[in-house]
């Protein structure tokens, strides 16, 4: 009873008749008082019914006292006590039995008055103290009272049910008081039902003649009438019963019915198989069932379901359910802009406000469902994550794991692995998050909470992908939820800053970003938690200071918040103090402060500018503060050469973003440029004297200058001067009079006045193009023979000089490597020139200085005790561009190469080609020793922006540009030097790049020519003898740059998103067009098949391995984006195949030209998109390993020339590991699946078997540490797949399929037994690396053996199943005679049950398999010893 009790709690909500009857219910109590204070009427001598009829009587005996008219009829005793007074005087009287039927005829007689009837139907009136009583503490009806004694309950029923159809046609009476209703309400809660039976068959002949609505009323109410032992026939009977026809189907016939029929199925006890029936009729019918049915028809399916249909019944409804009624209506979707406008209040008389209610209620009824029933839960994540396809998921999947994520604790780990795994697949998108967050934030809002916390699990992975779905959570929370929610948001995002944790900090600082951007106003309610960070700044990198600054500059200064000085003052406080610290990091932070706030400051006055006088002149206030701001941060950074160069930077960066206003640009910058020639620029005539320890010379001079008016930079006696004052030596009078300036500052100097008159004259650099040819003042900087006799102190002297020439030069070819004019184009090629000889001339100082420490050339670190690394330079690898939002990007634009090697081109760009030929004669082969050390000084170089790439476009193969990250692997600083380029959008990088496809097509033609004549030349020998090996290997570098630029470009995650697509369109028509000219408006299947077709071609020209595997990745990104791409996929395993099967040219003596990852990786490719694994397994295993056993030690196999003894540790591995995956894809056989089914799996398990078998037994040639240990670990791997994937499919084979089962067990048994073997070996060897994957192995060979015989016990073949004892052997089947023999059973077992199976008297349908006496000998002779 308790249980319907809670269940009728539950229904009310769904039920709109129940809000009716309370109403009644409600009316009748307020009638209490005001009857029994009514003035006295006419009828007022009669107000006590004087009947004389034997019911009154009794009635009036046993303590109720009858009223007239409207009075209520009075109770004078506890309602227990009437009860049991009117029992025991019926029972007791004279004519009992007759007396009952007296009695019932008398309340008959008194209820035909209309009003005697109600009152009856209402409660009674108590006379009695309430203190003393002790029933309940409401008062029943007279009815109600009755119904409570057992010998009146039947003939009181009948006389209602009697009573009740005068009321069907009758609304409601003169006291809006619904009688049918009255009568039914009576029936409910009785505390016993004397006849069920009888009264289930009197509700059910009702319910067929009554009315619509009261028939409503009565279906909602059985739960509460009848017991548990009516509920299966109620059930049945609600199901047939029909106003037409019994033969009709009431859910179906009569829609009007089903919400009130289903919610009281739910409520009651019965069959399963029966609600199957009915769950699959509703189920049909969902997509016609109307918004406001939905939630009572949801929940009567979800208490359907059973552990063994959940999954089915799950994913059946998630696909109708979301599809019909999740996506609410575009009306519902036009009102929430509304709604949202008035601060979410809904309006309750609108369409809308209903159908948001019921989407509400829905969800309400789902997360009551799976809060108690965890089948529901685990099926719902079991159906979400089954699904594979990324259109299939929708918005209500993710809806859903957010409620099962809030609702069930113990699901939460799992949840979060189903998120990731989606989220990795990319299954999970932000459209899709978006649209959730904007369909369903009402229902989200109630999960805020649980919706953070799962945020910050994503926030704490290691996956790039999971970590922007975790921001992107924090972003809709903060942009759909209510102001708490968003200061809970603010709040956990404040933590992850303040966690140091570098990855979530730069996270958390990026979503604050799109925040102030997103919700100014709402962010300024929580500024004071941002200004919390503060306190944290030390914990903070140089580019998070940055962010947090434009956070707090942007809510401190923004005109929407006027009333925001507070933050102003916090900040001014901070910046001061920091700029006052002699130590340089927090002087750092005072500096980047600073400068950002600044750009905030004046770009909101630049904008209000152009509005009215009175706005500019407070823009020209605001301009006073930017420039004493900007003079503030000068004067505190002039005394350290670092701060200095560190502002010039900082406030470079500022003008180049375009932050800073014009006016505060024209008040600060008129001095910039003079301040420059004060301090490096001289006469070019006048040769600076002093003591300098080398003869000072005007060198790299693009021009003669023979007047007076030529310019030099005057590098050498500036850091003469420096050292010499770091020194402690005497000032020299020249410098007595004017300030010392730091040539560490030139570089950065002259980009601050590079982009100054850049921004002030529109792009044109005339004014200081001087600066592209002017010579600098330095000394002979070729070593010669001089450089053993040089001291330590003169050679860091020079390595200094090297250093600070080269970081001008970049900054030089940074500032004019976008003039158009040839003669500057020259220039700017010739300046690269310069600094490959320089690069290649510092190499040598730095070989012989090794505690050299240069100056610096960043200056936006936290510590300047930075040191160059020592260890070996490794080779460059290019990240995939998927990492782009964390603007670590493999574009080009992080250019810290070592060299530039030039291949001449026929163009009209290039102005002089004798540089060219200059190039290709003095620089070839120099690149890659000097590339391993300057590998290790990145930090110290200039950063070359992503505009020096447009050089591309002249027509020359530059490796200096195409190296695009080949110093940026040093670990833990591996950001230094890129700070500009992390200041860029990814957006603005990836247009950059676009910008540079079809000159590196051109360069990548060109390339390919130059080694299909190389090829022509040398008779298809790419390294003959007439080869120039240098030139050769520069020229295969820049083409394997060329390539992973391109697949660093395709593989851009960026081009998922809607806004991207056309810049996809124009690169893909750009290469489509190389092959053939077409039409723009192609479609993206047709562009992607021709740049497919364009890439391919150039596999012929391959040059080197590495090449190769970087074509193939380019040709999988394509064919990624493609939706027909069988045919493709078979082109790349063919071109796999064909670069595995190529010779290619031998590397150094001292290592290999195929690194192990890169074979593994093209093998890996190879299998993966081959059309047959297993044929091609075979194939390496069975046809190239022989060759390879069959050769000399040094050669390789002449079907696979990349198959040698040093490479076959990694061909084993992939084909071990690509095996065990492909037979865990096989699904396990049953016994439903047709007899053809049968025989393909089974023909496939037996070529995996065969292949397994050739695998395994490699280990007896083959039998080095790593062989093993790859075979110990699949091998086990494969021995459990075949457990769970295989054994089923024996099962139902074994009888049609004897001989081919039998078969199969035997060949795999000498592979366990080998298996066996080899952990004896592992043992015997006492090598820990192998023993450790002994014991999981030995397990899974046990479970194998029980499996094998329950298979063959389920196909009446036991007895052919025999246990035998094995020796330990090793791998050449030795026995190992050094432990003592004991008996063993399980791993024995394995090795000789599927011998013994094929060999044994088993006899099935009368046959008898034979086998020869020397096969049961050699088997008996095997005897096994598990010591261990």
Known sequence: MHKILVKMVSKRRLSKSEDKESLIEDASETRKQPLSKKTKKSHIANEVEENDSIFVKLLKISGIILKTGENQNQLAVDQIAFQKKLFQTLRRHPSYPKIIEEFVSGLESYIEDEDSFKNCLLSCERLQDEEASMGASYSKSLIKLLLGIDILQPAIIKTLFEKLPEYFFENKNSDEINIPRLIVSQLKWLDRVVDGKDLTAKIMQLISIAPENLQHDIITSLPEILGDSQHTDVGKELRWISTLSPSNDLLIENTSLTVPILDVLSSLRLDPNFLLKVRQLVMDKLSSIRLEDLPVIIKFILHSITAMDALEVISELREKLDLQHCVLPSRLQASQVKLKSKGRASSSGNQESSDQS????????????????????????????????????????????????????????????????????????????????????????????????????????????????????????????????????????????????????DTALDVLLELVVLNPSAMMMNAVFVKGILDYLDNLSPQQIRKLFYVLSTLAFSKQNEASSHIQDDMHLVIRKQLSSTVFKYKLIGIIGAVTMAGIMAADRSESCSLTQERANLSNEQCTQVTSLLQLVHSCSEQSPQASALYYDEFANLIQQEKLDPKALERVGHTICNDFQDAFVVDSCVVPEGDFPFPVKALYGLEEYNTQDGIAINLLPLLFSQDFAKDGGPVTPQESGQKLVSPLCLAPYFRLLRLCVERQ?????????????????????????????????????????????????????????????????????????????????????????PDYIPPLGNFDVETLDITPHTVTAISAKIRKKGKIERKQKADGSKT?????????????????????????????????????????????????????????????????????????????????????????????????????????????????????????????????????????????????????????????????????????????????????QGEHSQPLEELLSQSFHYLQNFHQSIPSFQCALYLIRLLMVILEKSTASTQNKEKIASLARQFLCQVWPSGDKEKSSISNDQLHALLCIYLEHTDSILKAIEEIAGVGVPELINSPKDVSSSTFPTL?????????????????????????????????????????????????????????????????????????????????????????????????????????????????????????????????????????????????????????????????????????????????????????????????????????????????????????????????
């Open 358 to 505: 019921c989407i509400i209620l829905l969800f309400d009824v789902i997360k009551s469902a799976i809060r108690y029933e965890k089948t529901i839960s685990e099926a719902w994540i079991k159906a979400i994550e089954n699904t594979a396809s990324v259109s299939e998921h929708k918005v209500f999947d993710l809806v859903m794991l957010f409620i099962i994520y809030s609702t069930n604790t113990q699901t939460k780990k799992y949840i979060e692995r189903v998120l990731r795994n989606k989220i990795r697949s990319g299954c999970i998108q932000e459209q899709l998050l978006q649209s959730t967050f904007s369909v369903h934030y009402l229902v989200l809002k109630d999960m805020c909470s649980s919706i953070l916390s799962l945020a910050q699990s994503m926030l704490h992975s290691l996956d790039q992908s999971i970590i922007s779905f975790g921001s992107l959570l924090y972003k809709y929370a903060f942009k759909f939820f209510d102001t708490y929610c968003q200061q809970e948001v603010v709040g956990a995002l404040v933590t992850h800053i303040c966690s140091g944790n570098e990855a979530e900090v």
């Open 761 to 849: 004259h529109n792009g044109n650099l005339e004014e200081i193009d001087g600066l592209l040819d002017c010579p600098i003042f330095l000394t002979d900087l070729e070593p010669g023979e001089r450089l053993e006799s040089m001291s330590a102190k003169e050679r860091a002297f020079m390595c200094s000089l090297l250093f600070l020439t080269l970081n001008w030069f970049r900054e030089i070819v940074n500032a004019f490597c976008q003039e158009t004019s040839p003669e500057m184009k020259g220039k700017v090629l010739t300046r690269l020139k310069h600094i490959v000889e320089l690069q290649i001339i510092l190499e040598k100082y730095l070989a012989v200085t």
């Open 896 to 1076: 810290s190469s070592s060299d530039t090697i030039s291949e001449e081109k026929n163009s009209d760009c290039d102005p002089t080609p004798s540089h060219r030929g200059q190039l290709n004669k003095e620089f070839t082969g120099k690149e890659e020793k000097t590339s391993l050390l300057l590998h290790n000084y990145h930090a110290f170089f200039r950063e070359l922006d992503i505009e020096v790439f447009s050089i591309l476009h002249c027509g020359l193969v530059t490796k200096f540009i195409l190296d695009t990250e080949m110093h940026t692997e040093n670990k833990g600083s591996r950001n230094i030097g890129f700070s500009h380029l992390q200041q860029r959008s990814a957006q603005e990088i990836v247009n950059c790049v676009f910008q540079l496809v079809t000159p590196m097509c051109n360069h990548l033609e060109n390339i390919h020519n130059y080694f299909q004549c190389l090829a022509a030349e040398n008779h298809g020998v790419v390294d003959g003898p007439g080869m120039k090996v240098q030139e050769y290997h520069i020229m295969s570098s820049c083409y394997q740059r060329l390539l992973q630029i391109f697949h660093g470009l395709f593989a851009w995650s960026g081009f998922s998103q809607p806004e991207n697509q056309n810049l996809l369109y124009s690169a893909l028509h750009v290469l489509s067009s190389r092959l053939k």
């Open 1204 to 1428: 040698t003894r040093h490479t076959f540790v990694v061909f084993f591995r992939v084909m071990m590991a690509e095996l065990e995956k492909t037979v865990k894809k096989i699904e396990p056989g049953t016994a439903a699946d047709s007899q053809q089914i049968h025989e393909e799996k089974l023909l496939y398990w037996n070529m995996a078997v065969r292949d397994f078998s050739i695998l395994i037994n490699l280990i007896k040639v083959f039998d080095s540490h790593p062989v093993l240990h790859v075979c110990l670990k699949y091998g086990r791997l494969f021995v459990e797949a075949f457990l769970k994937q295989c054994m089923p499919l024996l099962d139902f084979s074994f009888r049609k399929h004897r001989e081919d089962v039998l078969s199969l067990l035997e060949t795999f048994q000498l592979d366990t037994r080998l298996l066996h073997h080899l952990c004896g070996h592992s043992k015997i060897h006492q090598d820990t690396r192998l023993t450790q994957h002994v014991p999981l192995l030995k397990k899974t060979l046990e479970l194998l053996v029980c499996r094998v015989k329950a298979m063959l016990t389920l196909n009446n073949c036991r007895e052919a199943f025999w246990l035998g004892n094995l020796k330990n052997r090793d791998l050449q089947g030795e026995e190992i005679k050094s432990q003592n023999s004991q008996e063993s059973t399980a791993d024995e077992s394995e090795d000789d049950m599927s011998s013994q199976a094929s060999k044994s008297k088993a006899t099935e349908d009368g046959e008898e398999d034979e086998v020869s006496a020397g096969e049961k000998e050699q088997d008996s002779d095997e005897s096994y010893d598990d010591s261990d």
